[in-house]
């Protein structure tokens, strides 16, 4: 087949390695991709938001099938747009992708769904989801309802924090995204990131994965899109996990057959593992990123055919194999993430780092230009790495991260820790 993946960052690196891997793949190409994509496969530059440019192509470069990488382009209706054209796409649909493009939507779903979740409510004006903080109380969470690149979520520790964050949200802080804000209590517990693929009737569960959210060692500092990850989470267990498919992503699939908008391709729960047993925290309608990184290391099978089958509504009797190995990945990132940083920083070494056993070095944000890899991003380098245990897959990562020269490159020396911890009881 004729391959085209849809993005430019880690996740669809990891993608594109582990497609490039399958003997269903006879030419891939990437849009718009990236210096380490590039390897795998025939980078074009394409305006993802250009639905008729991205059809266009596919038509001329007989493409077969397509893969979209990050939730724009879903929520914009790519997928809808591909299909319309006679186009194969893994994703979900335009209304599917509501599960990630409006937090509302999601929390009301499971809301009538019985599927566990934080107590909210839903608000367009200041006076009423101020009278609603003042009755709660703090912590609470204040999230815009849209897709806000990660700045959509506030933890509030006291009522000042959280009454500013619905005047910045509600004020149009955050643009269309905030126009709408749910309010919901805050959930004491670890987190946990949970991923199915889905094909509208059926979900298989794949495995999972724990990320580090936090700028800097110590899960301290600025939130970012994630600095690191691990898999699988050693908080789920095989019970932990059937229950989630049972209480959370199976309720919420007969829920999205019966509204006539079927999901298809990667759930991706945020879950709370609280002493009540686990919750939604969010839905993500994409595979994420880092986590996408440490699953691709560890998936034994081909990811060819089980995209196919969930586009198709083929999952009934699909089974994907896993690797027992943890996986571990460090994001290397330019200095001043997730604030202003510069582009265009050297980055060397990554020939030597690469040849450290078990590791793979995914590009996040790179370009190459006259034959050296720039940083072309805020985070740059996902340094992944496999091993018998989280605590090899940790030293093999850092030790690849000792090879790479980029002194305007920064990143945490911590990732996994929890995980480390666990291993040592
Ligand atoms: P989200 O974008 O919804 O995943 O939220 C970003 C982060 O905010 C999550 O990964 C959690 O760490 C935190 N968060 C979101 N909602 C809650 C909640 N109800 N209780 C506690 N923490 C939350």
């Not at 530059?45 to 991205?54: I, R």
């Not at 493009?101 to 367009?124: C, W």
């Amino acid at each position: 087949m004729n391959i085209l993946i849809l993005g430019a960052g880690g996740r669809e690196h990891a993608l594109a390695w582990k497609i490039a891997a399958s003997p269903l793949t006879e030419k891939l190409y990437c849009a718009p991709g990236n210096a380490g994509i590039a390897r795998e496969a025939t980078c074009v530059a394409l305006d993802l938001a250009d639905h008729a440019a991205v059809i266009a192509f596919c038509r001329s470069n007989r493409i077969d099938f397509v893969i979209v990488g990050p939730e724009a382009p879903l929520c914009a209706g790519i997928v809808d747009d591909l299909e319309a054209s006679g186009i194969k796409a893994f994703g979900p649909s335009r209304a599917a992708a509501r599960l990630e493009g409006s937090k509302g939507f999601t929390k009301d779903l499971s809301r009538k769904n019985g599927i566990p979740t934080a107590a909210y409510e839903r608000f367009t004006a200041m006076a009423p989801a101020k009278a609603y903080l003042r009755a709660h109380g703090t912590p609470i969470v204040i999230k815009a309802d849209g897709l806000a690149a990660g700045k959509g979520v506030v933890v509030a520790q006291d009522l000042a924090e959280a009454e500013s964050a619905v005047d910045m949200m509600l004020g149009g802080g955050l643009g269309d995204a905030g126009g709408e804000i749910v309010i919901e209590e805050f959930l004491d517990g670890e987190e946990a990131s949970f991923f199915a693929l889905c094909d509208g009737a059926t979900a298989i569960a794949l495995t999972t994965a724990q990320d580090h959210k936090r700028a800097y060692d110590g899960d301290k500092g600025p939130n970012t899109g994630g600095m690191g990850a691990y898999s699988p989470a050693p908080n789920i267990d095989e019970a932990m996990s059937a229950r989630v498919m049972r209480a959370i992503v199976e309720p919420t699939l007969k829920a999205m057959q019966a509204m006539g908008c079927p999901y298809k391709g990667v759930l991706y729960a945020g879950l709370m593992i609280t002493a009540d047993g686990p919750k939604l925290i969010e839905y993500n309608a994409r595979f994420g990123d880092p986590e996408t990184q440490v699953l691709m290391l560890r998936l034994k099978s081909d990811l060819v055919p089980a995209l196919l089958a969930s586009r198709d509504g083929m999952l009934k009797s699909f089974d994907l194999r896993w690797y027992d190995e943890p996986a571990l990945t460090v994001v290397m990132a330019a200095k001043g993430y997730p604030g202003a940083y510069a582009r265009g920083t050297v980055i060397e070494g990554l020939d030597a780092a690469g040849k450290v056993e078990g590791v793979e070095i995914f590009h996040a944000g790179t370009k190459a230009e006259r034959g050296k890899i720039l940083a072309n991003g805020g985070r740059v380098l996902d340094v992944s790495a496999i091993g018998k245990t989280v605590r090899e897959a940790q030293a093999r990562a850092y030790e690849a991260v000792s090879r790479i020269r980029w002194s305007e490159g920064f990143c945490r020396h911590d990732i996994g820790w929890r995980a480390v911890e666990r291993e040592k009881m």
